[in-house]
């Protein structure tokens, strides 16, 4: 799968690192000097690399972060420096909704492997990821509260369905660090792994996803983003009109005759 050797590696001074595997790719946050926060130039690097992405040849993305965090959420420098009150509203409009709305709607799974601290949007980012793993040693924190600020970029929809009101509640108005043991012990991510085995594990990991089928796993994607939503009713329609759709994959024909004739599946991705 050319685990180590990306096929290709752009950007070396760049805000966002992209690297191209087979079938999949890997998107570094790269300001470690700031814990990787995000200044507009970041939100727009990342938002072209999901755009470039969502092409075909591409079956899977793997989301990190360089240096010792993953993303410290808004980079309050910014803030801090402007002589008048920002509009912060128009950050959420312009740069961190659309975001949100670009990792739930690609069409392939995103892993996201939270390598060390994610605080305010930055922890928020992560959880609107697919496939959340986090080194031991990360932290998760709703930093928001110790700055005047409302949890945002998705927080208040994702936490509380993730691990319940009672403690969504609790991090958000106490702005307290979860450790990623805790975290994946509450259901907010899906694994804690060893420090020196994050990089390894989520990339094995992203690179098994792109070798999957794709089509199926896109709709997949679009039901569980509709299901909290839906009432059952709905939910139930819109899964009998997706599994109509998956039934028609290539790749649903090529499982089951892997199945039958008792080999593995190679999955294409492809539509028709
Ligand atoms: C930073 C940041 C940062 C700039 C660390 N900015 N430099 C807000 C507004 C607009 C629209 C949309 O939404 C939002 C939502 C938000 O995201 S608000 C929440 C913003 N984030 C925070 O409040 C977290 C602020 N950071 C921290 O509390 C700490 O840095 C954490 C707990 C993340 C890490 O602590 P440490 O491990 O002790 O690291 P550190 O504090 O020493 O940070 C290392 C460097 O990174 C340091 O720079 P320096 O030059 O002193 O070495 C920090 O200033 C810088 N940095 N976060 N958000």
Same mark, same amino acid.
């Given at each position: 799968?050319?685990?180590?050797?990306?096929?290709?590696?752009?950007?070396?001074?760049?805000?966002?690192?992209?690297?191209?595997?087979?079938?999949?790719?890997?998107?570094?946050?790269?300001?470690?000097?700031?814990?990787?926060?995000?200044?507009?130039?970041?939100?727009?690097?990342?938002?072209?690399?999901?755009?470039?992405? &969502?092409?075909?040849?591409?079956?899977?993305?793997?989301? !990190?972060?360089?240096?010792?965090?993953?993303?410290?959420?808004?980079?309050?420098?910014?803030?801090?420096?402007?002589?008048?009150?920002?509009?912060?509203?128009?950050?959420?409009?312009?740069?961190?909704?659309?975001?949100?709305?670009?990792?739930?709607?690609?069409?392939?799974?995103?892993?996201?492997?939270?390598?060390?601290?994610?605080?305010?949007?930055?922890?928020?980012?992560?959880?609107?990821?697919? #496939?959340?793993?986090?080194?031991?040693?990360?932290?998760? #924190?709703?930093?928001?509260?110790?700055?005047?600020?409302?949890?945002?970029?998705?927080?208040?929809?994702?936490?509380?369905?993730? #691990?319940?009101?009672?403690?969504?509640?609790?991090?958000?108005?106490?702005?307290?660090?979860?450790?990623?043991?805790?975290?994946? &012990?509450?259901?907010? #991510?899906?694994?804690?792994?060893?420090?020196?085995?994050?990089?390894?594990?989520?990339? &094995?990991?992203?690179?098994?996803?792109?070798?999957?089928?794709?089509?199926?796993?896109?709709? !997949?994607?679009?039901?569980?983003?509709?299901?909290?939503?839906?009432?059952?009713?709905?939910?139930?329609?819109?899964?009998?009109?997706?599994?109509?759709?998956?039934?028609?994959?290539?790749?649903?024909?090529?499982?089951?005759?892997?199945?039958?004739?008792?080999?593995?599946?190679?999955?294409?991705?492809?539509?028709?």
């Amino acid at each position: 799968m050319g685990l180590d050797r990306p096929k290709s590696e752009e950007q070396v001074n760049a805000t966002v690192l992209v690297s191209q595997h087979e079938g999949w790719t890997e998107l570094t946050l790269n300001r470690p000097e700031r814990l990787n926060a995000f200044n507009e130039e970041l939100h727009h690097a990342l938002a072209a690399a999901l755009d470039a992405a &969502a092409s075909d040849d591409c079956r899977a993305v793997l989301l !990190t972060g360089a240096g010792r965090g993953f993303c410290a959420g808004h980079d309050l420098g910014d803030s801090a420096e402007s002589a008048a009150p920002p509009d912060l509203g128009a950050a959420l409009d312009t740069l961190y909704n659309p975001l949100v709305r670009r990792i739930r709607a690609l069409r392939k799974p995103v892993v996201c492997a939270v390598n060390g601290v994610a605080a305010g949007a930055g922890a928020n980012v992560a959880l609107a990821c697919d #496939i959340v793993l986090a080194a031991r040693s990360a932290k998760f #924190i709703q930093a928001f509260a110790k700055i005047g600020l409302v949890p945002d970029a998705g927080g208040t929809f994702f936490l509380p369905r993730l #691990i319940g009101e009672a403690r969504a509640r609790a991090l958000m108005l106490l702005a307290e660090p979860v450790s990623a043991e805790q975290a994946a &012990a509450w259901g907010m #991510i899906w694994k804690a792994v060893d420090d020196t085995a994050l990089l390894d594990e989520a990339r &094995a990991l992203t690179a098994h996803l792109a070798t999957q089928p794709t089509q199926g796993l896109a709709m !997949t994607k679009a039901a569980l983003n509709a299901s909290s939503g839906n009432a059952l009713d709905a939910q139930l329609d819109l899964e009998r009109d997706l599994q109509r759709e998956a039934g028609y994959t290539p790749d649903h024909q090529e499982g089951v005759r892997a199945f039958t004739e008792k080999r593995p599946a190679r999955f294409t991705g492809r539509a028709r």
